[in-house]
């Protein structure tokens, strides 16, 4: 057994078998894999919890209830995804970076979502051993993982530029330009997805499949292995891809609600430029609100991740679940967060909701 696992033996003059009894953090037929560091992964989290060669409605809780709430985040998303999709796909919201910026966003986090739903299936048919084609796993393993990261840190950074230009468009005020900033929103996002993903690309060269002999259970992992150099490297892109565009949305915030006030108190001396403040802050709450409520939603992920450590056993998988699907639950909210909140996006929303309902009404 790696890693001072116990080592027991079937028989001890002559032995024919033997059962590692793994020490925390480490997992796996011989302990031979280790949760130290693995900056959420749900191979990990969930993978020794379905048991193989039984049916779905047989499998321990945890997966039940994992099947039930990424369903539920599925249809979700396909719904307010396709809202949000079709609510900037009007021409006259993509008139200015911010409608560009969130329609690309809304497409991103509807594709995150389908992958991860790809990605949890493949995990549960593969450890059900209904899935075994080593060809489909190896790429599938290499890619999700990428493809999930790299959306899910787009959606991040786009809803920060959101921000940024909300903030520049107030600064700049009449000498705003629309179709400049249209420009430049086309350039900023095909940069953001660039750089995120080039961020990334270590972990499909790090990954890998690979097979487990566990009893007599044989199990399949896709599983990255760093060095301490990359381990260092991925704790620190994974930060930066969260507090960054977090810090950036809550100071172009109150940037925005500063300058706001300043311009409001020029013109209307009555009033004090802190009464000012307090009136626009009030007027502007929303957008102090949402990156603090995407914060709190994102921190299960990074309390998970380094305040622990490690999963110490296969009793902590529930609150790594949690945190882990709760990651992908803030690029939903689009709808919520920026669309509702607005009044321009939301007439337009209001509209598409109708063409829908009179669409329905005439098909049935």
């Not at 549960?124 to 999700?144: A, E, G, P, W, Y």
């Not at 009030?282 to 990074?302: D, E, N, S, T, Y």
């Not at 790594?320 to 699907?325: A, E, M």
Request: net charge positive; charged share 15%.
């Amino acid at each position: 057994c790696d890693n001072d696992g116990r080592c027991f033996l079937n028989n001890e003059t002559c032995s024919t078998t033997f059962i590692c009894v793994c020490n925390e953090c480490y997992y796996g037929g011989q302990c031979q894999f280790s949760t130290k560091d693995f900056i959420f992964s749900l191979d990990p989290i969930l993978g020794y919890h379905i048991k193989p060669s039984i049916s779905v409605h047989r499998q321990p809780f945890i997966v039940k209830f994992s099947i039930i709430i990424t369903t539920i985040m599925l249809i979700s998303e396909i719904i307010m995804g396709s809202l949000s999709i079709a609510t900037f796909q009007v021409k006259k919201l993509r008139e200015v970076g911010c409608g560009y910026y969130l329609f690309v966003s809304s497409i991103t986090s509807m594709c995150m979502i389908i992958v991860l739903t790809i990605k949890f299936w493949q995990l549960v048919l593969s450890q059900m051993s209904i899935i075994t084609n080593r060809s489909i796993l190896s790429i599938n393993c290499i890619l999700i993982e990428i493809i999930l990261k790299s959306c899910l840190a787009s959606s991040e950074w786009l809803n920060a530029c959101v921000a940024m230009e909300r903030m520049f468009n107030v600064i700049k005020g009449m000498t705003f330009n629309k179709k400049k900033s249209k420009i430049i929103a086309k350039q900023v996002t095909f940069c953001v997805v660039i750089i995120t993903i080039l961020s990334h690309v270590h972990d499909p060269i790090h990954r890998q499949v690979i097979d487990d002999l566990d009893g007599d259970q044989q199990r399949i992992w896709c599983l990255s292995q760093y060095s301490s150099a990359f381990t260092k490297y991925n704790k620190f892109i994974t930060l930066f891809h969260f507090l960054v565009p977090f810090s950036i949305n809550l100071i172009s915030a109150l940037v925005l609600i500063i300058i706001a006030a300043y311009n409001r108190f020029k013109v209307e001396s009555k009033q004090s430029f802190m009464q000012q403040f307090q009136l626009k802050l009030k007027q502007h709450k929303h957008i102090i609100i949402a990156p603090i409520i995407l914060l709190i939603l994102g921190l299960p992920r990074l309390i998970s991740s380094f305040k622990l450590g490690c999963m110490k056993s296969p009793r902590q998988s529930w609150l790594y679940l949690i945190g882990y699907l709760a990651a992908f639950v803030p690029p939903m909210l689009t709808l919520f967060v920026f669309v509702l909140p607005s009044k321009t996006y939301r007439n337009e929303f209001n509209k598409t909701v109708q063409k829908w309902i009179r669409r329905i009404h005439l098909r049935s």
